[in-house]
């Protein structure tokens, strides 16, 4: 689908290959995109404070190791690794307050 | 004690309860553009009709001193009086009398007087204005929530419970309003949330005001979670009260009929507002207005969904509901909020014995990543479901576009709609022209010497065969293809035919929906 401004508000709106002129509502232009997401990037899926780091840079990590724990909604949550792999970049430090989605560790694929 | 002492001692203890949190309070209360609660009740219901009840109830409270306090009515006020002459039980938090915060003895009463809608079978209206949870009762107020929570879903379907929002209503006490069927709220007034800004700000490192996380706007636009917004806590009021002029008292009654009156038809002349070319767009409730009685139309939750209209209006003094596609948004696609916003309507609807009138034009469901990873399958399956599941009165007037699932979730005959009308303008087809043409003739397409012209050919051909109401009725899928200028007239009939209309589906326990 694809949409191109037009005068008075309107919009073209594509459906199935037709072409409609219609307005836009609030949520629609608000919507985000899509994005692949690359499994190497561990972020935080919750903001909080890093409590601890187990792991270093260059080290190998095995699928479900321990890398971190993350202080967050009152519980020490792990934060594990999705593979097996190498810790190419550790991005935060301990005690380090941390937004949601913020990276904190790059994995590379091993 | 004569008599006259004893109603001097009844009138110095109600004028007690009455002052409510004082007038330091009270002042505060009226110094962020509110109300106090009973001034809000007597400006709702009609003049002279409340009656208070418990008035004298007190809090049960004995830990953290609270014993030594006096909380006048324990924070509510509850009573019987009338909108219209229609009979309502009422409850409105005082902000005033400890924050309107729910305690034991508070909740008591709220449950008290919903018992009593339900046993007497009349609308129930909730103001709620109230910190929260009595933190000094404990696990009281919990419980007290838990009894609101389990009587606003055995009273649903069964009396029409309105929530009015004019103050905070944060935590778990925002559920009681979104177990009931219409949702009020007013602009820099309400403010519902699970978790306010300060937890979020605690929790998540995130700083939002409560106007941007749970103001009006955002409920009315955003969240669906209301209904009904306004400006002002009277233009509330006025809403409210045309709701309840449209609805019936029970699930046994129907709504009162209303005195007849014709549509404003130099204002709504439908070959005016109607541009026959399916691309162009229009706003579906000038069409509305155009055949409902007095071209009164009460749209219910405006601001959210837009691609799709729900609302009352009246047909020969009759309520009916109106679902219809709005061309003016997004083509009045169906995606995740539209469809949840009219199966509930729906169901709404068939609980409380409206006829539904469903107006069709639309050119199928919102294509998009974000859609179908939202769950556009599980949301666009409760349209269907709703539609299947109700039996009332069922009439379906397809306008102009009606294509491939869309088609079949608008009230389709085979949803067992009562009527199928269609203008002359309708297409019904498995897929839009466009995109039919080009997977039924790729190939003719693909190897024409100019296919572009040839794609053109055969867009036109198939428009001429297929874009019209006519193969479907050929099947008897639409029963009559009308003038638009008839449409008033017909849908008329329609509902004489159908007055006593009564269809029970196989017995079962309950359906269970794609919530």
């Known amino acids: 689908m694809e949409m191109t401004q037009e005068q008075d508000n309107f919009i073209t709106f594509v459906v199935h290959t037709a072409k409609y002129r219609t307005l836009s509502t609030v949520k629609y232009d608000k919507r985000t995109a899509w994005h692949k997401k690359d499994e190497g990037l561990i972020s935080a899926f919750i903001p909080g404070n890093i409590q601890k780091i187990f792991v270093q840079e260059g080290e190998m990590v095995c699928k479900g190791q321990k890398l971190m724990i993350l202080d967050a909604m009152k519980m020490f949550n792990n934060v ?31 | ?21 004082g007038d330091k309070a009270i002042e505060k209360q009226k110094s962020v553009g509110k109300m106090t609660a009973r001034e809000r009740i007597i400006a709702l219901l009609d003049p002279k009709s409340f009656h208070e009840y418990d008035l004298f109830v007190e809090h049960a409270a004995k830990d953290f001193d609270m014993d030594k306090k006096y909380l006048p009515g324990d924070g509510v006020v509850t009573g019987t009086g009338s909108i219209y002459d229609y009979p309502v039980c009422i409850y409105a938090q005082d902000f005033t009398v400890a924050g309107g915060s729910l305690g034991y003895m508070h909740a008591k009463k709220i449950t008290k007087i919903m018992d009593h ?32 929570f389990y009587r606003n879903t055995q009273a649903s379907g069964v009396i029409p419970q309105i929530s009015v929002i004019l103050g905070p209503c944060a935590g778990g006490a925002v559920y009681s309003p979104a177990l009931t069927d219409f949702v009020f709220v007013v602009d820099n007034i309400s ?20 106007e941007e996380l749970g103001g009006a706007k955002v409920h009315a636009e955003i969240t669906g979670n209301a209904h009904f917004y306004s400006e002002s806590e009277m233009e509330c009021f006025e809403q409210i009260k045309k709701l309840v002029s449209f609805i019936p008292w029970n699930n046994t009654r129907k709504a009162q009929p209303f005195i007849k009156k014709e549509p404003k038809v130099k204002e709504y002349q439908i070959d005016k507002i109607f541009p026959t070319n399916a691309k162009e767009p229009y706003d579906i409730r000038d069409i509305i207005r155009a055949v409902s009685d007095d071209s009164d139309f009460l749209e219910v939750q405006e601001l959210w969904a837009k691609n799709i209209v729900i609302g009352f209006g009246r047909i020969n003094g009759d309520t009916v509901g109106f679902v219809a596609n709005q061309p003016l948004y997004l083509a009045g696609v169906l995606d995740v909020d539209s469809s949840d916003k009219a199966a509930r309507f729906i169901r709404f609807c068939d609980a409380f014995n409206i006829p539904l009138v469903t107006l069709v034009d639309l050119p199928g ?11 556009v399958i599980r949301h666009g399956a409760k349209v269907l479901y709703a539609y299947s599941e109700a039996t009332v009165p069922k009439i379906t007037l397809i306008l102009r576009k009606a294509y491939g699932g869309g088609y079949i979730a608008m009230c389709s005959r085979h949803l067992k709609a009562d009527f199928v009308f269609a203008w002359p303008t309708a297409e019904i087809a498995v897929m ?5 043409a080009n997977i039924i003739f790729r190939k003719e397409i693909m190897e024409a010497e100019d296919p572009e012209k040839m794609r053109q050919a055969k867009i036109k051909e198939y428009k001429k065969k297929f874009a019209n109401p006519y193969v479907a009725a050929a099947y ?19 509902l004489d035919i159908s007055h006593d209309k009564s269809e029970l589906g196989p017995e079962k326990k309950h359906g269970i929906p794609p919530f």
């Not at chain 1, 005690?95 to 994995?107: A, C, F, P, R, S």
């Not at chain 2, 974000?370 to 769950?375: M, S």
């Not at chain 2, 839009?432 to 039919?436: N, R, T, Y």
């Open chain 2, 1 to 21: 004690m004569s008599l006259k002492q004893k109603t001097q001692d009844l009138k110095k203890r109600m004028r007690e309860a009455l002052e409510g949190g």
């Open chain 2, 476 to 494: 008897g899928y639409v029963d009559a293809v009308i003038e638009p200028g008839e449409t008033r007239k017909l849908l008329i009939h329609a």
């Open chain 1, 80 to 110: 594990t690794a999705p593979f097996d792999g190498v810790v190419r970049k550790i991005h935060i430090t301990e005690g380090l307050k941390v937004t949601k989605k913020q990276v904190l560790i790059e994995l590379e694929l091993k």
């Open chain 2, 191 to 210: 403010k519902m949330f699970i978790t306010g800004p300060e937890v979020i700000k605690t929790v998540l490192g995130e700083e939002i005001s409560m």
């Open chain 2, 117 to 148: 809608a339900m046993r007497m079978k009349v609308p129930l209206i909730g103001i709620n204005d109230s910190g929260g949870a009595r933190i000094q009762e404990g696990v009281n107020s919990l419980a007290g929530y838990g009894e609101i």
């Open chain 2, 432 to 436: 839009g022209p466009e995109g039919a």
């Open chain 2, 365 to 375: 469901y919102l294509p998009g990543i974000d859609q179908e990873h939202a769950g």
